[in-house]
C-alpha cells in the first residue's frame, strides 16, 4: 500500500516539487497518476522508492515510513517494488533471460531458484521462446516486456511503472497496459504515471492528478481511494 499524507518535496534551491500531497493506494488496488510534464510525478514515484525523501510530511509504503527508514535496509525495502521504466533500461550485452535474472542474482538466490522464476516471468509476458537472445533484437514491445517480467520476477507486492508505454503505438500500449491489470488482478498493487488518457478512458482505474506540485483530482473505484 502507498499513503502519503501532507507530503511537500523541496530540492536544494527552493525548488517544492510537490505541496501538500494526500492519497491512499490500498494493497491491491490500481491507479493512473498523470499531469502536465513537471507536475511532480517523477518526484512522487523517487520518494516511493526512496531515491528522494519527503521534505515534510510522512509517505508509507509496504507499512514503511519513508521519512524515519533507515539508509542501510533501502536496498530491502526496493526488492518490494517492481519498477517499469519508459526506456527499458535493459543490458544490450545480456540475453534477455540474464536481463530478467538480474534482481534475483543481487537478492542472492539460489541458481535452480533463477531459472524456474525468470522464466516463469517470461512466460508472462509471453517471452518464454526469447530468453537466449539479446534485447537488440527486439521490437520495443517485445523490449518493454522484458523490462516487465524483470520487475516482477522478485514477486513484489508493488509496482510502479513510469510511461511504460511512452514509445509504443497504440495496440502494443494497450497489450502492455492490459498485463499490468493482469498483475493487479493477480492481488500486485499497480501505480502507473502516464499521460495517455485514452488508457485511463478504455481501463477506468482510479486516477490520481498532479499539477504544479498539488494533488487536483482523483476519481475514486468503489470508494476505495482516499483524495
Same mark, same amino acid.
Given at each position: 500500500?502507498?499513503?502519503?499524507?501532507?507530503? !511537500?518535496? &523541496?530540492?536544494?534551491?527552493?525548488?517544492?516539487?510537490?505541496?501538500?500531497?494526500?492519497?491512499?493506494?490500498?494493497?491491491?488496488?490500481?491507479?493512473?497518476?498523470?499531469?502536465?510534464?513537471?507536475?511532480?510525478?517523477?518526484?512522487?514515484?523517487?520518494?516511493?522508492?526512496?531515491?528522494?525523501?519527503?521534505?515534510?510530511?510522512?509517505?508509507?509504503?509496504?507499512?514503511?515510513?519513508?521519512?524515519?527508514?533507515?539508509?542501510?535496509?533501502?536496498?530491502?525495502?526496493?526488492?518490494?517494488?517492481?519498477?517499469?521504466?519508459?526506456?527499458? #533500461?535493459?543490458? !544490450?550485452? &545480456?540475453?534477455?533471460?540474464?536481463?530478467? @535474472?538480474?534482481?534475483?542474482?543481487? @537478492?542472492?538466490?539460489?541458481?535452480?531458484?533463477?531459472?524456474?522464476?525468470?522464466? @516463469?516471468?517470461?512466460? #508472462? %509476458?509471453?517471452?518464454?521462446? #526469447?530468453?537466449? %537472445?539479446?534485447?537488440?533484437?527486439?521490437?520495443?514491445?517485445?523490449?518493454?516486456?522484458?523490462?516487465?517480467?524483470?520487475?516482477?520476477?522478485?514477486?513484489?507486492?508493488?509496482?510502479?511503472?513510469?510511461?511504460?508505454?511512452?514509445?509504443?503505438?497504440?495496440?502494443?500500449?494497450?497489450?502492455?497496459?492490459?498485463?499490468?491489470?493482469?498483475?493487479?488482478?493477480?492481488?500486485?498493487?499497480?501505480?502507473?504515471?502516464?499521460?495517455?488518457? &485514452?488508457?485511463? #478512458?478504455?481501463?477506468?482505474?482510479?486516477?490520481?492528478?498532479?499539477?504544479?506540485? !498539488?494533488?487536483?483530482?482523483?476519481? +475514486?473505484? +468503489?470508494?476505495?481511494?482516499?483524495?
Amino acid at each position: 500500500m502507498i499513503l502519503f499524507d501532507h507530503v !511537500y518535496k &523541496r530540492y536544494p534551491g527552493g525548488q517544492e516539487a510537490l505541496k501538500d500531497i494526500c492519497f491512499d493506494l490500498p494493497t491491491g488496488e490500481m491507479a493512473f497518476l498523470t499531469g502536465h510534464s513537471g507536475a511532480g510525478k517523477s518526484t512522487l514515484l523517487k520518494i516511493i522508492t526512496l531515491i528522494e525523501r519527503p521534505s515534510r510530511g510522512q509517505a508509507i509504503v509496504n507499512n514503511k515510513n519513508l521519512s524515519t527508514y533507515p539508509r542501510r535496509h533501502i536496498p530491502y525495502l526496493r526488492r518490494e517494488i517492481g519498477v517499469v521504466f519508459q526506456d527499458h #533500461k535493459l543490458l !544490450y550485452d &545480456r540475453t534477455v533471460f540474464d536481463n530478467v @535474472a538480474l534482481p534475483l542474482v543481487v @537478492a542472492g538466490h539460489r541458481h535452480q531458484d533463477i531459472g524456474r522464476r525468470v522464466r @516463469a516471468a517470461l512466460d #508472462k %509476458v509471453g517471452l518464454l521462446k #526469447k530468453e537466449r %537472445v539479446y534485447p537488440i533484437t527486439l521490437s520495443g514491445g517485445e523490449q518493454q516486456r522484458v523490462g516487465i517480467a524483470r520487475a516482477v520476477v522478485n514477486r513484489p507486492p508493488l509496482l510502479l511503472a513510469d510511461e511504460p508505454t511512452g514509445n509504443l503505438d497504440a495496440a502494443l500500449s494497450d497489450e502492455i497496459m492490459d498485463l499490468f491489470v493482469s498483475f493487479n488482478q493477480h492481488g500486485v498493487t499497480v501505480l502507473v504515471a502516464t499521460h495517455d488518457l &485514452r488508457h485511463i #478512458k478504455r481501463l477506468r482505474m482510479p486516477v490520481l492528478t498532479l499539477s504544479q506540485g !498539488y494533488m487536483v483530482d482523483g476519481q +475514486q473505484k +468503489q470508494g476505495q481511494m482516499d483524495l
